[in-house]
């Protein structure tokens, strides 16, 4: 079956310090993977995408993220986390043959202590 | 306007009342998304539209019930909800439905309390 686990509900990391999200996918086919950020009150914004090619992608905001494949992992970082990244991270799977379905995870809450 | 646009942000009513949601969006694009999102729940995909034909029915109640006059409107039609349909309701666009242009741009959202 597709799924998405993000394994941490909530993460707290103080201001300046680094920061990994993890995630991990089930999928069938050739993933595409995707990572979006939710203010509170807000839509969804994405930040990067993985469709192929180099494994290491940059989104924007100065996020960043690493597709292995062998680990089942799209794990999302950031070398130094700023007050305004508090926010709900949501990564997300599809793929060529799922017809415009994207499959969620259940979301990590990230905090940013001063 | 820009991006995709949601109305109303908010939404209070009884639960035998009919409303309507309403997304709009500007970027040009051929698919078009309902989702739900409710507490410490994934969100669920509810609906999926491509050129104005319903691709997908996510097992969705007849309580709701979508219209996509054209590539650029969705509307989430509501009556006779439950408690629990309280939730925020997110749509969402692509440029294609699938394939290498199919990353979802999403609206505000509206959130809807059922009393």
């Known amino acids: 079956a597709q799924s998405v686990t993000q394994p941490d509900i909530h993460i707290t990391v103080s201001e ?41 992608v940059q ?31 949501f990564c997300a799977v599809g793929g060529s043959g799922n017809t415009g379905k994207l499959i969620f995870g259940q979301g990590t809450t990230l905090q940013v202590k001063p | 306007e ?32 309902w989702y739900k999102q409710s507490a410490k729940k994934p969100l669920e995909l509810m609906f ?13 109640p007849s309580r709701f019930s979508p219209e996509c006059p054209n590539s650029s409107h969705l509307f989430l039609h509501l009556h006779t909800l439950q408690p629990e349909d309280s939730a925020l309701y997110l749509c969402a666009s692509s440029q294609e439905l699938a394939g290498l242009s199919y990353e979802q741009y999403f609206g505000p959202g509206t959130r809807l309390t059922v009393t």
């Open chain 1, 59 to 89: 989104g924007i905001k100065g996020f960043e993220a690493e597709f292995k494949r062998s680990q089942s992992s799209f794990n999302l970082r950031k070398p130094s986390v700023h007050w305004s990244d508090a926010a709900e991270y």
């Open chain 2, 48 to 60: 999926v539209y491509s050129l104005e034909e319903r691709v997908e029915n996510n097992s969705v």
């Open chain 1, 16 to 56: 300046g310090a680094s920061l990994e999200l993890r995630c991990n996918y089930s999928y069938g086919a050739t993933p595409y993977l995707f990572w979006y950020v939710q203010s509170p009150g807000q839509g969804l914004q994405l930040l990067l995408k993985y469709f192929s090619g180099d494994t290491l």
């Open chain 2, 2 to 33: 820009t991006g995709v646009t949601q109305t109303p942000r908010h939404l209070v009513m009884g639960m035998t009342n009919k409303k309507s949601l309403k997304c709009e969006q500007h970027l040009g694009h051929n698919a078009m998304y």
